[in-house]
């Protein structure tokens, strides 16, 4: 095959990724990202958006609240007319998120050679130390305290709290880490750490550990029975918020089309995460044991403001027999702003917690 019909066949195969051509655009509108592709005739690394210092130039102030919304809501009848305690609040800060596709082409797999490939994105956040991480959570549980209590909802105050649950399995550390996925054969995988506020440290079971099945449902049911427990202790409505937050939209996409292309990437943008929830728990009258149940938020909540640049910490690329095209990278947040984003969106949170609980208390 001669090079230019190569580089040709190249240019029909390979899709372009966002934001790596084109005009300049600003830096106030403009997210960074990374991405990673491999085709017929080579693997290649693109990056593109604001350096880190461009974002830290920016002015820098309050951000509106996200606007959370669930997609179900605790039950009227286990909402009204009852105090709230709020023994535990968690928020999930993800930390790790890597993207991988993986394709076959048709055309070199049809004359009997090896045509997979591959790209992968990998991606870290950095730049918020851990005690900001702490801070939030506690400001997040002060929070929704005063907004519960701005809304003329009565709420135990955090010793009675922490009495009706003397009886909860505590997590080790008030700290609890958890994955989800796997990118062996594609696909996407994410990685977090939950802290729970000092004030109302996390229940094990209901504290987004570990990844589905397993000890991780046992671990669930203790948390179910924990909040019936102190449902029951304390007569009262128990809500237990877990805030996850994010910090990268990461994609993969793969397709047979001559040797096959696969293309990843990963982009800077601050969301309240899917997972985020609230477990609730109350007696309902009559039964013999308290109610359980969990609110949602429908979809992801994602803010435009920039907060971040992207930076390439290594990898590598194949050649158009190799394996395919890695990209490793480091999402670096300016602190003030990914602060700034963080109290938006345990705010939109919190607001939509109180607003499940007002709609159940019309007369309040």
């Not at 019909?5 to 960074?32: D, E, F, N």
């Not at 570990?210 to 029951?232: H, K």
Request: net charge neutral.
């Amino acid at each position: 095959m001669t090079s230019t019909l190569r580089a040709m066949l190249l240019l029909s195969s390979l899709p372009l990724l966002p934001g790596c051509v084109g005009a300049a655009v600003s830096v106030a509108t403009t997210a960074a990202s990374v991405g990673a592709q491999a085709g017929f005739a080579s693997g290649v690394a693109t990056a593109a958006g604001p350096s880190v210092q461009q974002v830290a130039a920016l002015p820098a102030g309050e951000v509106a609240a996200l606007p959370v919304a669930f997609g179900n809501g605790v039950p009227a009848n286990l909402a009204a007319g009852r105090k709230v305690f709020v023994p535990a609040y968690g928020v999930s800060y993800i930390h790790t998120q890597n993207a991988r596709a993986v394709s076959q082409g048709g055309l070199m797999g049809g004359f009997g050679g090896g045509s997979t490939r591959s790209a992968s994105v990998r991606t870290g956040l950095t730049g918020i130390s851990p005690a900001t991480y702490q801070m939030i959570a506690d400001e997040a549980h002060a929070d929704l305290i005063a907004q519960l209590r701005a809304a003329g909802i009565e709420v135990a105050g955090a010793e009675e709290a922490a009495a009706a649950a003397s009886s909860a399995p505590r997590v080790p550390g008030n700290a609890a880490d958890g994955s989800a996925g796997g990118t062996m054969f594609g696909g996407q995988s994410t990685g977090w750490r939950t802290l729970g506020a000092a004030a109302a440290p996390l229940i094990s079971g209901i504290s987004g550990e570990g990844a589905g099945g397993g000890l991780a449902g046992l671990s669930a049911i203790g948390g179910n029975q924990a909040m019936q427990r102190i449902a029951d202790q304390s007569q009262g409505l128990v809500l237990a918020p877990l805030l996850r937050l994010d910090y990268v939209n990461v994609s993969s996409s793969g397709r047979s089309l001559l040797a096959g292309t696969a293309n990843a990437e990963a982009t800077a943008q601050f969301s309240v995460a899917a997972g985020t929830q609230l477990a609730y728990a109350a007696r309902r009258p009559g039964m013999g044991a308290a109610d359980i149940g969990i609110a949602q938020i429908a979809a992801p909540v994602p803010s435009a403001e920039p907060f971040a640049g992207i930076s390439a910490t290594g990898g590598s690329s194949g050649a158009w027999v190799g394996l395919g095209t890695r990209t490793d990278a480091a999402v670096e947040a300016v602190e003030a702003r990914w602060v700034a984003l963080a109290r938006a969106a345990y705010r939109g949170f919190n607001a939509a917690i109180v607003q499940q609980l007002r709609a159940a208390r019309p007369n309040a």
